[in-house]
């Protein structure tokens, strides 16, 4: 890894190559490589100085979700940002002013590179993966994709088993609805149906040679 190291020394944050990694099967979704205890630490947009000091307190995260009063995602504050707000000498803090309100979230049924390839095209350091009801689920960094971070978060015989699995020909369930299948596992997608290999995202497209097998 000394190459990748070389170049995270240099970045402010973790550097993905342009290519996706041959070390990560492509079949892997965002769910994959989240943490088995998924609860999140997330900021009120209304908390009080002692509730962000609690969430700050005993961890090392760089980036925290903001909710509002239902427990919907509005944004997102760093870490830097929440410190540099204690240190106000104000009986109050107003985390609005540190929340960035342009933030990106992704589902967890998301092809792992789509969220790959969002990193490297937006040049953002963290994503949110939110559940249906836009309530926030994990935090996905920018290292969390690193080659060796995917593979020692998941394991080697399952990338392995992963890399074997072959892809069946693109289908349909008996109620309609349409999406692949992976490892025996039906994958829906959450584009419109009929899908076509021209709408999907470039990152879902399949060749015309290889659509029945991964692409490593």
């Known amino acids: 890894?000394?190459?990748y190291h070389q170049l995270i020394d240099v970045a402010s944050f973790p550097y993905l190559p342009d290519r996706w990694p041959k070390e990560i099967p492509k079949a892997l979704r965002v769910e994959?490589?989240?943490?088995?205890?998924?609860?999140?630490?997330?900021?009120?947009?209304?908390?009080?100085?002692p509730s962000v000091q609690e969430v700050l307190a005993g961890n090392e995260y760089s980036g925290f979700p903001v909710l509002d009063m239902?427990?919907?995602?509005?944004?997102?504050?760093?870490?830097?940002?929440l410190e540099l707000l204690l240190e106000e000498l104000t009986d109050t803090v107003d985390v609005g002013?540190?929340?960035?309100?342009?933030?990106?979230?992704?589902?967890?049924?998301?092809?792992?590179?789509?969220?790959?390839?969002?990193?490297?095209r937006m040049e953002i350091s963290h994503m949110i993966v939110v559940d249906n009801n836009h309530r926030p689920v994990a935090m996905l960094t920018r290292g969390t994709l690193l080659p060796w971070n995917?593979?020692?978060?998941?394991?080697?015989?399952?990338?392995?088993?992963?890399?074997?699995?072959?892809?069946?020909?693109?289908?349909?369930?008996?109620?309609?609805?349409?999406?692949?299948?992976?490892?025996?596992?039906?994958f829906q997608?959450?584009?419109?149906?009929?899908?076509?290999?021209?709408?999907?995202?470039?990152?879902?497209?399949?060749?015309?040679?290889?659509?029945?097998g991964i692409q490593d």
């Open 32 to 49: 994959h490589v989240l943490p088995d205890d998924a609860a999140v630490r997330c900021i009120s947009l209304a908390a009080t100085r």
């Open 97 to 120: 002013r540190v929340t960035d309100f342009h933030f990106v979230t992704i589902r967890p049924s998301l092809p792992l590179e789509v969220a790959y390839t969002l990193f490297k």
């Open 189 to 212: 997608s959450e584009f419109s149906v009929p899908l076509s290999n021209e709408s999907l995202p470039p990152a879902l497209r399949t060749s015309g040679t290889d659509e029945a």
């Open 150 to 186: 995917v593979e020692e978060r998941i394991g080697r015989t399952r990338l392995n088993r992963v890399r074997r699995t072959i892809q069946r020909p693109r289908s349909f369930r008996p109620d309609g609805i349409q999406g692949l299948y992976f490892d025996d596992t039906f």
């Open 70 to 81: 239902e427990g919907v995602v509005v944004g997102i504050a760093m870490r830097r940002h």
């Open 1 to 3: 890894h000394g190459l």
